[in-house]
Protein backbone atom coordinates (compact mmCIF):
# COMPACT_ATOMS: atom_id res chain seq x y z
CA UNK A 1 0.00 0.00 0.00
CA UNK A 2 2.70 2.30 0.92
CA UNK A 3 4.90 1.47 -2.47
CA UNK A 4 1.44 2.53 -4.20
CA UNK A 5 0.65 5.54 -2.19
CA UNK A 6 4.33 6.85 -2.98
CA UNK A 7 3.62 6.22 -6.77
CA UNK A 8 0.35 7.42 -7.20
CA UNK A 9 1.27 10.66 -4.85
CA UNK A 10 2.27 13.23 -7.14
CA UNK A 11 -0.65 12.09 -10.01
CA UNK A 12 -3.17 12.62 -6.61
CA UNK A 13 -1.64 15.73 -5.83
CA UNK A 14 -1.56 17.41 -9.27
CA UNK A 15 -5.14 16.00 -9.61
CA UNK A 16 -6.02 17.40 -6.32
CA UNK A 17 -4.47 21.46 -7.87
CA UNK A 18 -5.99 21.06 -10.66
CA UNK A 19 -9.44 19.92 -9.52
CA UNK A 20 -9.83 22.48 -6.59
CA UNK A 21 -10.51 25.48 -8.92
CA UNK A 22 -12.22 23.77 -11.32
CA UNK A 23 -14.77 21.75 -8.12
CA UNK A 24 -15.60 25.64 -7.13
CA UNK A 25 -16.37 26.61 -10.44
CA UNK A 26 -18.69 23.81 -11.19
CA UNK A 27 -20.45 23.96 -7.54
CA UNK A 28 -20.86 27.88 -8.04
CA UNK A 29 -22.39 27.01 -11.53
CA UNK A 30 -24.92 24.28 -10.04
CA UNK A 31 -25.40 27.32 -6.96
CA UNK A 32 -27.49 29.11 -8.81
CA UNK A 33 -29.64 26.41 -9.54
CA UNK A 34 -29.48 26.52 -5.90
CA UNK A 35 -29.96 30.02 -5.39
CA UNK A 36 -33.26 30.12 -7.35
CA UNK A 37 -34.78 27.23 -5.56
CA UNK A 38 -33.98 28.61 -2.20
CA UNK A 39 -35.12 32.20 -2.70
CA UNK A 40 -38.49 30.79 -4.98
CA UNK A 41 -38.94 28.23 -2.15
CA UNK A 42 -38.53 30.79 0.98
CA UNK A 43 -40.39 33.89 -0.78
CA UNK A 44 -43.12 32.39 -3.00
CA UNK A 45 -44.00 28.39 -1.60
CA UNK A 46 -44.25 25.17 -2.78
CA UNK A 47 -46.42 25.53 -6.33
CA UNK A 48 -43.93 28.20 -7.23
CA UNK A 49 -40.93 25.88 -6.30
CA UNK A 50 -42.60 23.30 -8.26
CA UNK A 51 -42.91 25.00 -11.02
CA UNK A 52 -39.46 27.03 -11.48
CA UNK A 53 -37.65 23.64 -10.42
CA UNK A 54 -39.29 21.54 -13.40
CA UNK A 55 -38.21 23.89 -15.93
CA UNK A 56 -35.12 23.81 -14.93
CA UNK A 57 -34.91 20.08 -14.83
CA UNK A 58 -36.36 20.32 -18.14
CA UNK A 59 -34.28 23.01 -19.83
CA UNK A 60 -30.91 21.48 -18.24
CA UNK A 61 -32.19 18.33 -20.18
CA UNK A 62 -32.08 20.08 -23.19
CA UNK A 63 -28.46 22.39 -22.62
CA UNK A 64 -27.07 19.23 -21.37
CA UNK A 65 -25.83 18.32 -24.99
CA UNK A 66 -24.58 21.26 -25.33
CA UNK A 67 -22.35 21.25 -21.70
CA UNK A 68 -21.55 17.87 -22.56
CA UNK A 69 -20.08 17.79 -26.16
CA UNK A 70 -18.62 21.45 -25.44
CA UNK A 71 -15.83 19.60 -22.25
CA UNK A 72 -14.48 17.72 -24.98
CA UNK A 73 -12.68 21.30 -25.98
CA UNK A 74 -10.43 20.94 -22.63
CA UNK A 75 -9.01 17.41 -23.68
CA UNK A 76 -8.35 18.27 -27.26
CA UNK A 77 -6.66 21.76 -25.38
CA UNK A 78 -4.59 19.84 -23.05
CA UNK A 79 -3.46 16.88 -25.55
CA UNK A 80 -2.36 19.86 -27.61
CA UNK A 81 -0.80 21.11 -25.31
CA UNK A 82 1.17 18.23 -24.32
CA UNK A 83 2.49 18.27 -28.00
CA UNK A 84 3.34 21.95 -27.69
CA UNK A 85 1.64 22.82 -30.84
CA UNK A 86 -0.09 26.97 -29.77
CA UNK A 87 -1.48 27.24 -33.03
CA UNK A 88 -3.62 24.42 -32.81
CA UNK A 89 -4.89 25.80 -29.04
CA UNK A 90 -5.75 29.13 -30.95
CA UNK A 91 -8.09 27.30 -33.78
CA UNK A 92 -9.27 25.22 -30.95
CA UNK A 93 -10.30 28.47 -28.97
CA UNK A 94 -11.99 30.10 -31.80
CA UNK A 95 -13.73 26.97 -32.74
CA UNK A 96 -15.34 26.47 -29.84
CA UNK A 97 -17.07 29.43 -29.72
CA UNK A 98 -18.52 28.71 -33.02
CA UNK A 99 -19.87 25.68 -32.12
CA UNK A 100 -20.91 27.43 -28.48
CA UNK A 101 -22.91 29.86 -30.36
CA UNK A 102 -24.59 27.01 -32.81
CA UNK A 103 -25.34 25.01 -29.82
CA UNK A 104 -26.63 28.21 -28.49
CA UNK A 105 -29.15 28.51 -31.17
CA UNK A 106 -30.28 25.83 -31.87
CA UNK A 107 -30.60 23.65 -28.30
CA UNK A 108 -32.53 27.36 -27.35
CA UNK A 109 -34.79 27.02 -30.11
CA UNK A 110 -35.70 23.07 -29.06
CA UNK A 111 -36.35 24.71 -25.77
CA UNK A 112 -38.44 26.87 -26.57
CA UNK A 113 -40.70 24.80 -28.26
CA UNK A 114 -40.67 22.66 -25.50
CA UNK A 115 -42.00 25.31 -23.13
CA UNK A 116 -44.62 26.45 -25.40
CA UNK A 117 -45.76 22.48 -25.48
CA UNK A 118 -45.32 22.74 -21.27
CA UNK A 119 -48.81 20.91 -20.76
CA UNK A 120 -47.36 17.14 -22.56
CA UNK A 121 -45.20 17.05 -19.26
CA UNK A 122 -48.69 15.76 -17.40
CA UNK A 123 -48.27 18.89 -14.83
CA UNK A 124 -50.76 20.41 -12.83
CA UNK A 125 -52.15 24.11 -14.19
CA UNK A 126 -50.26 26.17 -12.41
CA UNK A 127 -46.96 24.10 -12.56
CA UNK A 128 -47.60 24.29 -15.87
CA UNK A 129 -48.23 28.30 -16.55
CA UNK A 130 -45.17 28.56 -14.07
CA UNK A 131 -42.90 26.14 -16.02
CA UNK A 132 -43.74 27.12 -19.43
CA UNK A 133 -42.58 30.54 -19.05
CA UNK A 134 -39.72 30.48 -16.93
CA UNK A 135 -38.27 27.99 -19.28
CA UNK A 136 -38.54 30.44 -22.15
CA UNK A 137 -36.12 32.46 -20.32
CA UNK A 138 -33.87 30.19 -19.48
CA UNK A 139 -33.45 28.64 -22.58
CA UNK A 140 -32.12 32.18 -23.89
CA UNK A 141 -29.59 32.04 -21.15
CA UNK A 142 -28.78 29.27 -22.71
CA UNK A 143 -26.45 31.17 -25.69
CA UNK A 144 -23.97 32.85 -23.05
CA UNK A 145 -23.57 30.04 -20.90
CA UNK A 146 -22.16 28.04 -23.44
CA UNK A 147 -20.19 30.93 -24.43
CA UNK A 148 -18.46 30.48 -20.91
CA UNK A 149 -18.62 27.14 -21.33
CA UNK A 150 -16.54 26.78 -24.29
CA UNK A 151 -14.15 29.99 -23.94
CA UNK A 152 -13.63 28.22 -19.97
CA UNK A 153 -12.32 25.42 -22.22
CA UNK A 154 -9.00 26.87 -23.26
CA UNK A 155 -8.42 27.79 -19.03
CA UNK A 156 -9.30 24.53 -17.61
CA UNK A 157 -7.42 22.70 -21.05
CA UNK A 158 -3.88 24.72 -19.94
CA UNK A 159 -4.50 23.98 -16.17
CA UNK A 160 -5.51 27.68 -15.57
CA UNK A 161 -8.90 26.80 -13.75
CA UNK A 162 -8.91 30.03 -11.01
CA UNK A 163 -9.69 32.11 -14.17
CA UNK A 164 -13.47 30.68 -14.48
CA UNK A 165 -13.76 29.88 -10.72
CA UNK A 166 -12.95 33.33 -10.41
CA UNK A 167 -15.53 34.54 -12.75
CA UNK A 168 -18.27 31.92 -11.87
CA UNK A 169 -17.86 33.30 -8.16
CA UNK A 170 -18.46 36.63 -9.00
CA UNK A 171 -21.48 35.59 -10.58
CA UNK A 172 -22.86 33.54 -8.01
CA UNK A 173 -22.88 36.78 -5.63
CA UNK A 174 -24.71 38.77 -8.57
CA UNK A 175 -27.35 35.88 -8.88
CA UNK A 176 -27.95 35.91 -5.21
CA UNK A 177 -28.97 39.57 -5.33
CA UNK A 178 -30.58 40.00 -8.58
CA UNK A 179 -33.08 37.32 -7.25
CA UNK A 180 -33.93 38.65 -4.62
CA UNK A 181 -34.02 42.41 -5.88
CA UNK A 182 -36.25 40.67 -8.97
CA UNK A 183 -38.50 38.58 -6.77
CA UNK A 184 -39.18 40.83 -4.18
CA UNK A 185 -38.92 43.97 -6.46
CA UNK A 186 -36.21 46.28 -4.46
CA UNK A 187 -36.46 50.26 -5.24
CA UNK A 188 -36.99 50.92 -9.20
CA UNK A 189 -36.92 47.23 -9.49
CA UNK A 190 -40.63 45.61 -11.04
CA UNK A 191 -41.64 42.79 -8.16
CA UNK A 192 -41.48 39.71 -11.25
CA UNK A 193 -42.08 36.75 -8.76
CA UNK A 194 -40.56 33.64 -10.10
CA UNK A 195 -39.52 34.94 -13.23
CA UNK A 196 -37.62 37.44 -11.12
CA UNK A 197 -35.34 34.57 -10.67
CA UNK A 198 -34.89 32.85 -14.15
CA UNK A 199 -34.37 36.82 -15.31
CA UNK A 200 -31.52 36.57 -12.51
CA UNK A 201 -29.89 33.58 -14.05
CA UNK A 202 -30.05 35.13 -17.58
CA UNK A 203 -28.28 38.42 -16.53
CA UNK A 204 -25.53 36.29 -14.72
CA UNK A 205 -24.73 34.34 -17.72
CA UNK A 206 -24.25 37.31 -19.85
CA UNK A 207 -21.70 38.62 -17.27
CA UNK A 208 -20.05 34.99 -16.66
CA UNK A 209 -19.69 34.91 -20.82
CA UNK A 210 -18.48 38.31 -21.50
CA UNK A 211 -15.92 38.34 -18.59
CA UNK A 212 -14.14 35.73 -19.43
CA UNK A 213 -13.71 36.42 -23.08
CA UNK A 214 -12.80 39.94 -22.07
CA UNK A 215 -9.84 38.11 -19.51
CA UNK A 216 -8.66 35.12 -22.31
CA UNK A 217 -8.03 38.13 -24.44
CA UNK A 218 -6.31 40.90 -22.62
CA UNK A 219 -4.50 38.81 -20.10
CA UNK A 220 -0.80 38.03 -20.92
CA UNK A 221 -1.30 34.56 -19.86
CA UNK A 222 -3.10 33.64 -22.89
CA UNK A 223 -1.49 35.87 -25.61
CA UNK A 224 1.02 33.23 -27.08
CA UNK A 225 -1.93 31.64 -28.31
CA UNK A 226 -3.47 34.99 -30.22
CA UNK A 227 -0.56 35.61 -32.09
CA UNK A 228 -1.43 37.76 -35.25
CA UNK A 229 -0.57 34.71 -38.08
CA UNK A 230 -3.01 32.69 -36.08
CA UNK A 231 -5.39 34.41 -36.99
CA UNK A 232 -5.29 33.47 -40.88
CA UNK A 233 -5.92 29.86 -40.10
CA UNK A 234 -9.38 28.52 -40.65
CA UNK A 235 -10.95 26.58 -38.15
CA UNK A 236 -13.65 24.74 -39.68
CA UNK A 237 -11.67 20.91 -39.61
CA UNK A 238 -11.61 21.90 -35.71
CA UNK A 239 -15.44 23.29 -35.31
CA UNK A 240 -16.34 19.68 -37.44
CA UNK A 241 -13.97 17.86 -35.12
CA UNK A 242 -15.53 19.24 -31.46
CA UNK A 243 -18.72 18.37 -33.12
CA UNK A 244 -17.97 14.93 -33.92
CA UNK A 245 -15.99 14.26 -30.77
CA UNK A 246 -18.26 16.76 -29.04
CA UNK A 247 -21.40 15.33 -29.67
CA UNK A 248 -21.10 11.78 -28.36
CA UNK A 249 -19.97 12.92 -25.24
CA UNK A 250 -22.84 15.51 -25.07
CA UNK A 251 -25.51 13.02 -25.75
CA UNK A 252 -24.07 10.88 -22.92
CA UNK A 253 -24.94 14.17 -20.54
CA UNK A 254 -28.02 14.33 -22.21
CA UNK A 255 -28.98 10.25 -21.27
CA UNK A 256 -28.30 10.80 -17.53
CA UNK A 257 -29.79 14.36 -17.32
CA UNK A 258 -32.84 12.90 -19.04
CA UNK A 259 -33.38 10.18 -16.33
CA UNK A 260 -33.66 12.99 -14.11
CA UNK A 261 -35.65 15.20 -15.44
CA UNK A 262 -38.22 12.22 -16.36
CA UNK A 263 -37.68 11.07 -12.82
CA UNK A 264 -38.92 14.76 -12.17
CA UNK A 265 -42.16 14.23 -14.67
CA UNK A 266 -42.93 10.67 -12.83
CA UNK A 267 -42.43 12.84 -9.58
CA UNK A 268 -45.05 15.12 -10.79
CA UNK A 269 -47.43 12.51 -11.89
CA UNK A 270 -47.68 11.84 -7.82
CA UNK A 271 -48.85 15.69 -6.89
CA UNK A 272 -46.95 19.08 -6.34
CA UNK A 273 -45.81 18.17 -2.80
CA UNK A 274 -43.81 14.93 -3.73
CA UNK A 275 -42.08 16.68 -6.82
CA UNK A 276 -41.49 19.68 -4.72
CA UNK A 277 -40.04 16.89 -2.68
CA UNK A 278 -38.14 15.82 -5.11
CA UNK A 279 -36.83 19.05 -6.46
CA UNK A 280 -35.26 19.58 -2.87
CA UNK A 281 -33.10 16.38 -2.89
CA UNK A 282 -32.01 15.93 -6.64
CA UNK A 283 -31.43 19.86 -6.18
CA UNK A 284 -28.35 18.96 -3.04
CA UNK A 285 -27.83 15.76 -5.36
CA UNK A 286 -27.01 17.88 -8.50
CA UNK A 287 -24.48 19.95 -6.25
CA UNK A 288 -22.74 16.94 -5.43
CA UNK A 289 -22.71 15.66 -8.45
CA UNK A 290 -21.64 18.93 -10.59
CA UNK A 291 -18.58 18.91 -8.11
CA UNK A 292 -18.20 15.32 -9.31
CA UNK A 293 -17.76 16.59 -12.75
CA UNK A 294 -14.93 19.10 -11.83
CA UNK A 295 -12.95 16.24 -10.49
CA UNK A 296 -14.26 14.51 -14.32
CA UNK A 297 -12.82 17.37 -15.97
CA UNK A 298 -9.60 17.45 -14.25
CA UNK A 299 -9.39 13.60 -14.74
CA UNK A 300 -9.89 14.33 -18.82
CA UNK A 301 -7.36 16.95 -18.57
CA UNK A 302 -4.52 14.94 -16.95
CA UNK A 303 -5.73 12.10 -19.11
CA UNK A 304 -5.11 13.70 -22.27
CA UNK A 305 -1.79 15.58 -21.22
CA UNK A 306 -0.43 12.28 -20.70
CA UNK A 307 -1.89 10.77 -24.34
CA UNK A 308 -0.15 14.02 -25.89
CA UNK A 309 3.17 12.88 -24.09
CA UNK A 310 2.32 9.61 -25.68
CA UNK A 311 2.75 7.70 -22.17
CA UNK A 312 0.58 4.66 -21.14
CA UNK A 313 1.69 4.52 -17.58
CA UNK A 314 0.88 8.50 -17.33
CA UNK A 315 -2.50 7.84 -18.90
CA UNK A 316 -3.33 4.81 -16.69
CA UNK A 317 -1.96 6.87 -13.52
CA UNK A 318 -4.01 9.84 -14.12
CA UNK A 319 -7.25 8.14 -14.49
CA UNK A 320 -7.23 5.72 -11.57
CA UNK A 321 -6.58 8.78 -9.38
CA UNK A 322 -8.99 10.59 -10.72
CA UNK A 323 -11.60 7.28 -9.77
CA UNK A 324 -9.52 7.04 -6.09
CA UNK A 325 -10.02 11.22 -5.76
CA UNK A 326 -14.02 11.38 -6.47
CA UNK A 327 -14.82 7.73 -4.44
CA UNK A 328 -13.25 9.97 -1.37
CA UNK A 329 -14.90 12.83 -2.25
CA UNK A 330 -18.68 11.05 -2.44
CA UNK A 331 -17.87 9.12 0.06
CA UNK A 332 -17.92 12.32 2.53
CA UNK A 333 -20.94 13.50 1.01
CA UNK A 334 -22.93 10.29 1.43
CA UNK A 335 -21.97 10.07 4.79
CA UNK A 336 -23.46 14.10 5.10
CA UNK A 337 -26.43 12.74 3.29
CA UNK A 338 -27.41 10.24 5.53
CA UNK A 339 -26.60 11.89 8.62
CA UNK A 340 -27.60 15.40 8.47
CA UNK A 341 -30.86 15.11 6.24
CA UNK A 342 -33.24 16.91 7.84
CA UNK A 343 -30.97 20.13 8.18
CA UNK A 344 -30.47 19.65 4.89
CA UNK A 345 -34.25 20.09 4.08
CA UNK A 346 -34.87 22.59 6.44
CA UNK A 347 -32.76 25.26 4.09
CA UNK A 348 -35.54 25.04 1.37
CA UNK A 349 -38.85 24.60 3.17
CA UNK A 350 -39.72 25.09 6.40
CA UNK A 351 -43.50 25.73 6.13
CA UNK A 352 -44.59 22.96 4.30
CA UNK A 353 -44.19 19.32 6.73
CA UNK A 354 -45.27 16.96 4.60
CA UNK A 355 -42.91 18.06 1.42
CA UNK A 356 -40.06 18.18 4.10
CA UNK A 357 -40.52 14.89 5.22
CA UNK A 358 -40.72 13.50 2.07
CA UNK A 359 -37.79 15.29 1.05
CA UNK A 360 -35.82 14.40 3.95
CA UNK A 361 -36.53 10.34 2.94
CA UNK A 362 -34.95 11.16 -0.42
CA UNK A 363 -32.24 12.46 0.72
CA UNK A 364 -31.28 9.57 2.24
CA UNK A 365 -31.85 7.85 -1.05
CA UNK A 366 -29.59 10.47 -2.45
CA UNK A 367 -26.33 9.56 0.16
CA UNK A 368 -26.75 5.60 -1.38
CA UNK A 369 -26.00 6.36 -4.67
CA UNK A 370 -23.17 9.62 -4.05
CA UNK A 371 -20.71 6.80 -4.82
CA UNK A 372 -21.85 5.51 -8.27
CA UNK A 373 -22.90 8.93 -9.40
CA UNK A 374 -19.27 10.26 -8.59
CA UNK A 375 -17.72 7.22 -10.81
CA UNK A 376 -19.53 6.98 -13.34
CA UNK A 377 -18.96 10.93 -14.07
CA UNK A 378 -15.37 10.46 -13.68
CA UNK A 379 -15.59 7.42 -16.06
CA UNK A 380 -16.98 9.35 -18.83
CA UNK A 381 -14.61 12.22 -18.48
CA UNK A 382 -11.10 9.83 -18.08
CA UNK A 383 -12.34 8.17 -21.51
CA UNK A 384 -12.78 11.46 -22.88
CA UNK A 385 -9.49 12.38 -22.29
CA UNK A 386 -8.41 9.51 -24.34
CA UNK A 387 -11.22 10.69 -26.98
CA UNK A 388 -13.58 7.64 -26.50
CA UNK A 389 -16.65 8.83 -26.80
CA UNK A 390 -18.96 6.54 -28.83
CA UNK A 391 -19.02 3.40 -26.41
CA UNK A 392 -19.61 5.50 -23.44
CA UNK A 393 -22.48 6.65 -25.04
CA UNK A 394 -24.04 3.57 -25.33
CA UNK A 395 -23.27 2.49 -21.47
CA UNK A 396 -25.07 5.60 -20.57
CA UNK A 397 -28.20 4.68 -22.95
CA UNK A 398 -28.03 1.12 -21.60
CA UNK A 399 -27.43 1.79 -17.89
CA UNK A 400 -30.25 4.76 -17.61
CA UNK A 401 -32.94 4.05 -20.37
CA UNK A 402 -32.87 0.47 -19.96
CA UNK A 403 -32.10 -0.17 -16.26
CA UNK A 404 -32.83 3.22 -14.80
CA UNK A 405 -36.01 4.36 -15.87
CA UNK A 406 -38.17 1.55 -16.30
CA UNK A 407 -37.37 0.25 -13.29
CA UNK A 408 -38.28 3.81 -12.00
CA UNK A 409 -41.33 3.53 -13.41
CA UNK A 410 -42.70 -0.05 -11.96
CA UNK A 411 -41.66 0.61 -8.10
CA UNK A 412 -42.90 4.13 -8.09
CA UNK A 413 -45.86 3.18 -9.39
CA UNK A 414 -46.71 -0.29 -9.75
CA UNK A 415 -45.17 -1.29 -6.66
CA UNK A 416 -46.72 1.94 -5.38
CA UNK A 417 -43.28 3.04 -4.03
CA UNK A 418 -44.00 6.82 -4.83
CA UNK A 419 -40.76 8.95 -4.86
CA UNK A 420 -38.82 6.69 -2.74
CA UNK A 421 -39.27 3.57 -6.06
CA UNK A 422 -38.19 6.39 -8.73
CA UNK A 423 -34.86 6.70 -6.81
CA UNK A 424 -34.19 3.27 -6.03
CA UNK A 425 -34.42 2.80 -10.08
CA UNK A 426 -31.88 5.88 -10.31
CA UNK A 427 -29.49 4.51 -8.40
CA UNK A 428 -29.94 1.10 -10.06
CA UNK A 429 -28.73 2.83 -13.10
CA UNK A 430 -26.20 4.62 -12.16
CA UNK A 431 -24.47 1.44 -10.13
CA UNK A 432 -25.07 0.09 -13.56
CA UNK A 433 -22.50 3.21 -15.44
CA UNK A 434 -20.17 3.31 -12.63
CA UNK A 435 -19.30 -0.31 -13.19
CA UNK A 436 -18.73 -0.53 -16.83
CA UNK A 437 -17.18 2.82 -17.56
CA UNK A 438 -14.22 2.78 -15.45
CA UNK A 439 -14.23 -1.48 -16.82
CA UNK A 440 -14.32 0.28 -20.51
CA UNK A 441 -11.03 2.19 -19.41
CA UNK A 442 -8.89 0.28 -18.24
CA UNK A 443 -9.72 -2.38 -21.30
CA UNK A 444 -8.52 0.38 -23.63
CA UNK A 445 -5.50 1.01 -21.41
CA UNK A 446 -4.30 -2.82 -21.98
CA UNK A 447 -4.29 -2.47 -25.26
CA UNK A 448 -2.00 0.38 -25.68
CA UNK A 449 1.25 0.13 -26.63
CA UNK A 450 3.72 1.10 -23.67
CA UNK A 451 4.95 4.87 -23.60
CA UNK A 452 3.65 4.86 -27.47
CA UNK A 453 0.20 5.86 -27.32
CA UNK A 454 -1.43 5.99 -30.58
CA UNK A 455 -4.99 5.74 -31.17
CA UNK A 456 -7.23 4.39 -28.04
CA UNK A 457 -10.60 3.71 -29.11
CA UNK A 458 -11.67 2.53 -31.97
Request: with cysteine.
Amino acid sequence: MKQWYQIYKPELADTVRLSIPIVIAQLGVVLMGVTDNLFVGRLLGAIPLAGAGLSVSLTFLVSSIGVGGLSVIAALVSQANGRGDTAEINRLFRAGLRVALLLGLVLGLIGTVFAYHFEVFGQTPQVTEIGRNFMLILSLSNIPLFLFIAARQLCDGLAQPRVAMSITLSALVLNAVFNYVLITGVGPFPAWGVYGSAVATLLSRVFMAVAIILYIRRANLFQRYFQPAFGAFRVGDYVRKILRLGLPGGFTYFFEAATFSLAAMMAGWLGADQLAAHQIAINMASTTYMMATGISSAGAIRVGSALGRSSQTAVRRAGVAALWLVTGFMGFTALIFLTANDWLVSLYIRDNAEVAAVAASLVIMGGFFQLSDGVQVVGVGILRGISDVNVPTIITLFAYWIVGLPLSYVLGFWLNLNAAGIWVGLLAGLTMAAVLLPLRFFRLIRRMKPDAVEEAAT
